[in-house]
DNA sequence: CTGAAAGCGCTTACAG
DNA sequence: CTGAAAGCGCTTACAG
C-alpha cells in the first residue's frame, strides 16, 4: 500500500490512534502512550516516537473527548451549564461579567469550555436528570443560576462528580464560589449612618435567592449595630409600586434608601424614575445606595451622572475563581476551602450625601 | 449468589444496561433496544420488555451519556471558534447577538457547544495550526470573528471537516453564513436620494474585511443608480479626524452622510462627536444613516432620541442559520446552498430628513 | 523496551 | 422473535 492509496482510505474520517499506528507501522497502544507523553511512553525508542509524532501530525490527529473521557482519562473540558440562556437577550445582563472571568481563567488553564445549553425548555422541565447529566462529558462543571433544579444535582453529589456553583448555595455540602454580601451590606448602611442618616429604608425584590437573603442579613446587622429601629426597614418590590413607596417614605421622614441590584434590576429603575418623577435630587434630597452592581456595568444615578454609591459584586473574580476550585476538585486536592466567599470592593460613588436639613454634628 | 449480595456487589457503582440484563435475565444488548424504545425493541415479548424496565426502574437506572455518544458516533457537540475571546469585556459588544441565535438553535437542536478558549488566544498569536485543528474534537465548527488565520482553514477544507463561517468570506468552497450588504446599502442611498439629498458622503473604516467591501459595493452601487458624482463619495476614517471631514463637507454642501458600523463603532462615534461639537441638529442640518447595526443594540442619534436610520444586521438569524447549516454538512446533506446571505432590514429610524434649504421638487 | 488484550458503557448490524 | 458479537476510540494494566 503506497502512502497516498493509504491516506485516501483513511478518507474523510477523522484520524484515530489506529491510523497513526499503521502509517507509523506501531500499535495503537502504542500511539496512545507516546502521544500522552506517559513515563511508559517517554520510555520508548526516541526513533519510533519521532515517527509516531510525524505522523500524528501529518493526519492532522487529535483525539476524541467522548472516548478519551469513557477510557477513564481527563477531556482538558470544563462545563458550563447555566439555568437559563447563557448568551441572554438583554445584552447588558448583569452576570455576563462571570463568563468572562471563566473564559479567562479557563483559557490560562488550558482548559476548553462545554456549554450545555440548558435549552430554556429543559430549565422549565428542568427535574429531568438526564439534561443534567450529560454534563459529565465534561471533567466537571460549574453550574449558574437562581433557579436551580436540585433533584438532578443531588445525584451528580452522590455519583462524585465534581462540579461548582457560582453563587453561594443553602445544600449542605455543594461547592461553591460566591459573593460575601453580608459584611459589605452591613458596611453600606454604616456608611450612611456615619453620613449622618438615622431613617433609612431598604428596597428588595421579591425573590429567594441565597443572594438576597444574605443582602437583606447584612442591612439588617447594619441597622442592628447602629441602634437604628429595624421596624419598617425592608420593603419587597417588584418596581411598579415606587412611587407610592417613595412618597410614603419622605413624609415620614426618610433621608436614605438603600436598593438591593440583581438580575431584572427592576428594584433599581422602578425607585430610580419614582425619584425622578418626585423632581427630587440625588443625593441633595435623598441619599441612595446600591448593594451589588457588577463591576464596570455600574449604572448612573437618576439625573446626575454620578456612580452609584455602594459596592461591586466581584463578578469576573467569582468566575475565575470557581474554575480555579473545579480544577482542584477534578485534580481531588482541593487546596482551601470548597464553599469560598469573595469580599464585595465599596464603591465610593456620589449618591450619599448628608441628609437635608443639615444635622449639626456634635 | 443472592439477588441482595448481587446488589451489594453493584455497590455504589452507578447501574449499567449488563446488571439489569442480569437482574432481567436478558442479553446487555436487549437491555438496549428495550429501553430507547426502538422497533426490534418494541418487537420483543411484552413480558420481557416489562420485566427490563422494572428492573431499570428497581436499580435507578440512567445512561451514561458519554458510552451513548461514543457508540452512537456522534458528539452532539458543535464548536465555537471565536478569533477573540468569546465573552469580551466590553458587554455591549457588537456580535453578542450572533452568539445568542447560536446557542439558541443549538439549544433547539439538542446540540451542546464548545467554546475553543485557550486554543482561540494561541491561534492569534501564533497562527499555530495546531490550536485550530482542535476544533476536530467537535462533530463540526462555527468560525467567528473578522481576522482569521487562513491556513489552519485552509487544512480543515482538505480534511472534509464540516464548518462554517458565520460572515462572508472570500475564499472558494468555504461554507457561510453572512448579511446581505450589498442590497441594504445600496437601498439607504436610494431613501436619501428619494428624500432629496444628491450631496453625499460614505464614512468608512481602515479595514479589510468582507462586511466592510460590501457595504462600500453598496453605497456605490446606489450612488451610481442614482446618478450621483462618486468622486470623493467614500471617506475612510479611523475617528479622529471626525471634525476636519464634517467641516470640509459642509462647505462642499453635503447634505447626508452614510456611516459604516462595525465592532468599534469608532466611525460613527468619532462622527457623531462632530457633529455634536459643531452644533448642528440631526436630521435638521444633516442626514444620518448608519449601515448595519445589530438588530436591538442601535444606538442613538447625537443629540436627539431618534433611532439612526438605515438597516439592521440579522445577527441572530445569522447565528442560527449558520448552526442549521453546520448541522446538514455533518449529516452531509447541505439542503441548500453552503453560501448564504441574509436580508438586512432597513430601519425607518428618526435621522433622514429633506436637506435644508429645502429643494424645491419638480 | 515493546506489543497484544481487556475494558470503559453503550449501539447496531447480524446470525439463529 | 431473540441473543451473541463486533465496534465506537480511547487508556491502562499486563504479558513477553
Redesign the interface.
Known sequence: MTDASRERAVG?R?PRQSDIARVAGVSQAAVSLILRGTPSGMALARETRQRVLDAAEEL?Y??????T??ASARNA?LG?YTFS?????D??HSY??V??G???E?????????????????AARAQD??AV??V??ADGCLFFGRHVPEEPIR?LVE?GFPFVYIGRRDEPGVPYVGADYVPASAQVVARLVAAGHRKIRYLREHDQAPASADREEGVLKGAREAGLDTRGLVAPTDGADADALLGGWLAEGVTAVVVEQTDTGAALAGLGAAVGRAGLDCPGDLSLAVLGAAT??RGRAPGGGAAFSGFDVPMREMGRDAVRLLLELIAGSPGAATRRLLPCEPVEGGTIAAPRPPKKHT
Open positions: 474523510r477523522r492532522g487529535v483525539p476524541d473527548p467522548v472516548a473521557r469513557l473540558m458550563l440562556t447563557t448568551f441572554p437577550t445584552v447588558a455576563y461579567p463568563l468572562a471563566v473564559e479567562e479557563a483559557a490560562a488553564q488550558g482548559q476548553d469550555l462545554i456549554l450545555f445549553t440548558g435549552s430554556a425548555r429543559a436528570p438526564a447529566r450529560r459529565r462529558v445525584r455519583d464596570g456595568t
